[in-house]
């Protein structure tokens, strides 16, 4: 078994499926660790090339002393699978006022929960699915 490598730290960071580029935030913050920036764009671009473009995608860099590195991707947040399931641009600018920005169905967030439920901190979907409730009426949606 070949010795554990040094990590010298982790990034996170929020990239649009498939246009990861050298620009900021990516650069900079591989940049930083002096790791090769071109070398990352590549592997994550052709990593979420199945995936609709665009899509943010939360991706945790591991950075090692050898300026190698490793990255896991997670799904796209839920506030992303709840405006696209809407069709809406933004949540509601006041929510828990009366007027609501869109409707949404329990099935719809069961969807959204089954999907998700990969990253989230449960293993139950009803758990996931109150959770997904709670961040759908924060953005000002109805639960039909």
């Given at each position: 078994?070949?010795?554990?490598?040094?990590?010298?730290?982790?990034?996170?960071?929020?990239?649009?499926?498939?246009?990861?580029?050298?620009?900021?935030?990516?650069?900079?913050?591989?940049?930083?660790?002096?790791?090769?920036?071109?070398?990352?764009?590549?592997?994550?671009?052709?990593?979420?090339?199945?995936?609709?473009p665009g899509a943010p995608v939360p991706v945790?860099?591991?950075?090692?002393?050898?300026?190698?590195?490793?990255?896991?991707?997670?799904?796209?947040?839920?506030?992303?699978?709840?405006?696209?399931?809407?069709?809406i641009k933004s949540g509601h600018g006041a929510?828990?006022?009366?007027?609501?920005?869109?409707?949404?169905?329990?099935?719809?967030?069961?969807?959204?929960?089954?999907?998700?439920?990969?990253?989230?901190?449960?293993?139950?979907?009803?758990?996931a699915m109150r959770s997904i409730e709670g961040?759908?009426?924060?953005?000002?949606?109805?639960?039909?």
């Amino acid at each position: 078994m070949a010795p554990k490598q040094k990590i010298i730290g982790f990034i996170k960071l929020q990239v649009p499926a498939g246009q990861a580029n050298p620009s900021p935030p990516v650069g900079p913050a591989l940049g930083q660790k002096g790791l090769n920036i071109m070398e990352f764009c590549k592997a994550f671009n052709a990593k979420t090339q199945g995936m609709e473009p665009g899509a943010p995608v939360p991706v945790i860099i591991t950075a090692y002393a050898d300026r190698t590195f490793t990255f896991e991707m997670k799904k796209p947040p839920v506030s992303y699978y709840l405006k696209k399931k809407v069709g809406i641009k933004s949540g509601h600018g006041a929510p828990n006022t009366g007027s609501f920005a869109g409707k949404i169905t329990q099935d719809q967030i069961r969807e959204i929960a089954e999907e998700k439920l990969v990253d989230m901190n449960t293993t139950d979907v009803a758990s996931a699915m109150r959770s997904i409730e709670g961040s759908a009426i924060a953005m000002g949606l109805e639960i039909v």
